[in-house]
């Protein structure tokens, strides 16, 4: 951390605590009349008072007004307060100015006289509590005596109203704690946190003003984040910008107070308003995608492991690969990270999504969605409908301080160097979710997509590989299942509980399958909600398709998950088609009905892709033609008739499909070219090679046993 940005926290630290800041204010009520003393006004101060004439004020009397305006508007620079005592859910809040003997920061609501966060809080209500004892012993100028004892006593009174929301708000804490709730401090930091007090703190960190008061500050702030951010100019290039800046409020005669407040680094300013997301970072292993605590720093602390340790099963050995390299510069070696993985928190990206304004309001409005039979949006599916919470009833209903969620999962790669030809050599995987509930012209706004991580290229992880980073996100969907209560929202004071559930993942056809812990869309098992044959693909009679049982899948995949060793993995995977994902962690997720192909590989580069180049042939490599029928890319010559009539002699005489197949696929076996030609002739399929054209004409001649076989364009063998 730089010196001009450990600057900018000490200001900040020293603005949260708000002592030595009241105390200026006050002082400046009293030597400054009628000024507005740049202090905020307290929630609900609808009261104005008329300046007191001095000419019938005595002097004592004036300096009691000039003071009591400075406390009576005064608000404390942080919504939260320090209890002595934690309130429990069922201790309401008494008003202590309604007891006969009040006394201030007394009985069963007062503040930690000790922490320092109450300290400014605590001194204003001690000393505007003395000024009215003060006043009431005082015999002249009645009139204007009361007044300053009614203004007095309107400062009290808002300050019981602040101390009662925050008495209220960490008794809703102490609920959902109770309740098993995870607490997420809107906008706190991730310092460990050891009591109720400890939880309120910082609580309204996104909505502090964060724009300095000077204006030379401001612009200068602004401007670096505009051109920063908005404009894409570079780090180094921001630096020479602020540097000008300086010199220029130098040359215009600034004072030095200010030009020394303008910093030298654009990553002062980010962290001043809080612009960047609260990400972690981890060390991750380069080829089997493992992930391991990070402390941050260049070279591996002290028990910080130094080789991938991961084992794919008990049997196998330990990866050990090195997670540290040798890197030098400045003419010094030191090591460093060989990779490393960041992964934002989703708990608090959607935190920072709840203080925006009028978001809550997008968010439960598909809760009152009515129903329809025309289904025009996501909602109307009746998966969403349907879908039900842990205690049986429907999971997307509007709740009294709630709201629910719906995310959909998204994985693909990509290649960071742009290149847009095939058979790129670089990938990064990008795990990304977006928020279902947002309506459908914002939900795929990159300001409203939560980016979980990218895993690092030039590789990609291979199938169950790509559960390391994803367990991370799964560890927070189950938080987000069980509940995540906000401390505080844009449009709740009182904080909120968010639960949500990750129902679509929407991928492109590998990933989709990689993600379920399905085979691949040419294995035998191709199909993600049936156990249709890749021998089957053309049965098109959706009544005869055999469905996949969800709880049996599962069964499989956990005995996937549970093999000894590598080679009985192998084999369970090819006897089922079925490995073990992460997301089935999720106790809610069916791998059947929420695995979805996204629209743009589906169509855009499947279909429209295939019917325009082998369809229509709109190929440099190939004639056109009228799109009447799909062609072949390439011709396979035919054989001549004497060597189609003998293996068509075989198949016939073949007294069995195990000798059919051992003929076929032997050392001495059909040639391709004549199976596929066989294929071509019968209407079969013609795809794949010898094994599935093999199996393609065993399938057929069992269709016809005990039938007389006709062969197109080939001789008929009685």
Request: aromatic share 8%.
């Amino acid at each position: 951390m730089n010196r001009a940005t450990r600057f900018e926290h000490r200001k900040d630290d020293s603005r949260s605590v708000g002592l030595d800041e009241f105390a200026t204010n006050v002082a400046a009520a009293v030597l400054d009349e009628g000024s507005d003393l740049g202090l905020s006004r307290g929630l609900g101060n609808s009261w104005a008072l008329s300046p007191l004439s001095v000419e019938v004020l005595s002097q004592e009397l004036l300096t009691y007004e000039r003071e009591v305006r400075g406390r009576a508007t005064w608000t404390p620079t942080s919504w939260a307060l320090v209890f002595a005592v934690d309130p429990v859910p069922d201790q309401d809040f008494e008003d202590p100015l309604l007891e006969p003997s009040y006394s201030p920061n007394n009985g069963p609501h007062a503040l930690n006289a000790s922490h320092q966060r109450n300290l400014a809080f605590i001194e204003n209500e001690n000393r505007l509590f003395e000024i009215t004892l003060h006043l009431n012993s005082l015999t002249h100028h009645p009139e204007q005596r009361e007044t300053l004892i009614d203004m007095a006593t309107v400062g009290l009174q808002e300050m019981m109203r602040h101390k009662r929301r925050e008495w209220d708000r960490q008794r809703r804490a102490t609920t959902a704690i109770n309740d098993g709730f995870v607490i997420v401090h809107t906008g706190l930091t991730t310092q460990p946190l050891y009591n109720l007090a400890s939880l309120m703190l910082c609580a309204e960190e996104y909505l502090r003003d964060r724009i300095p008061n000077e204006p030379p500050l401001a612009v200068a702030m602004l401007t670096v984040l505009l051109m920063h951010l908005v404009f894409h100019l570079s780090r180094r290039a921001t630096m020479v910008m602020l540097m000008g800046m300086r010199c220029m409020l130098s040359s215009q005669g600034a004072s030095h107070d200010i030009i020394d407040q303008v910093p030298k680094d654009p990553r002062t300013v980010l962290n001043r308003f809080n612009l960047d997301p609260r990400c972690s970072s981890l060390l991750q292993c380069p080829v089997c995608y493992a992930l391991y605590p990070y402390n941050g720093t260049m070279t591996p602390a002290t028990g910080e492991i130094d080789r991938c340790s991961y084992k794919p099963t008990p049997s196998s050995p330990p990866c050990g690969v090195p997670l540290w390299e040798e890197r030098r510069s400045g003419g010094k070696t030191f090591l460093a990270p060989r990779r490393k993985y960041v992964h934002q928190s989703l708990k608090e990206w959607v935190g920072r999504l709840l203080m925006r304004p009028g978001v809550e309001e997008m968010f439960r409005e598909p809760c009152n969605r009515p129903a329809t039979t025309v289904m025009e949006d996501i909602w109307d599916a009746p998966v969403l409908r349907n879908f039900r919470g842990d205690d049986g009833k429907s999971f997307f209903r509007e709740g009294e301080n709630e709201i629910r969620l719906a995310f959909s999962l998204n994985a693909d790669g990509f290649n960071p160097f742009h290149m847009l030809e095939a058979k790129q050599t670089v990938s990064c995987t990008a795990i990304y979710m977006i928020i279902l509930n947002f309506p459908e012209h914002l939900r795929f706004l990159f300001r409203n997509m939560y980016l979980a991580g990218v895993i690092p290229g030039p590789g990609k992880p291979s199938l169950d590989q790509i559960n390391h980073a994803l367990s991370l996100v799964v560890a927070e969907l189950l938080e987000f299942w069980k509940g995540i209560y906000y401390t505080l929202t844009f449009a709740s004071l009182y904080g909120r509980v968010a639960k949500g559930a990750m129902i679509p993942l929407v991928c492109d056809m590998l990933s989709a399958r990689q993600l379920a812990g399905l085979s691949s869309a040419t294995s035998t098992w191709f199909c993600t909600f049936c156990h249709l044959t890749i021998q089957e693909i053309e049965n098109l009679d959706k009544s005869t398709w055999p469905a996949r049982d969800l709880a049996a899948q599962i069964e499989k995949a956990k005995l996937w998950r549970d093999c000894e060793s590598e080679a009985d993995r192998d084999a369970c995977f090819k006897a089922h088609g079925v490995r073990w994902s992460v997301l089935l962690d999720l106790p809610y997720w069916n791998p059947i009905l929420f695995s979805v192909l996204d629209s743009m590989h589906a169509d855009y580069l499947g279909l429209v892709h295939s019917h325009c180049r082998k369809v229509w042939r709109i190929n440099i490599s190939a004639d056109g033609g009228e799109g009447t029928a799909i062609q072949p890319t390439k011709d396979i010559p035919r054989p001549n008739d004497a060597v189609l009539s003998r293996w068509l002699t075989i198949i016939r005489d073949s007294p069995g499909a195990t000798d059919l197949r051992k003929s076929l696929l032997g050392s001495d076996g059909c040639p391709k070219d004549v199976l596929w030609h066989i294929c071509v002739d019968n209407d079969l399929r013609s795809a794949g090679g010898r094994r599935q054209l093999a199996d393609n004409i065993i399938h057929w001649v069992r269709q016809r046993i005990q039938k007389r076989c006709t062969y197109t364009n080939s001789e008929d063998i009685a």
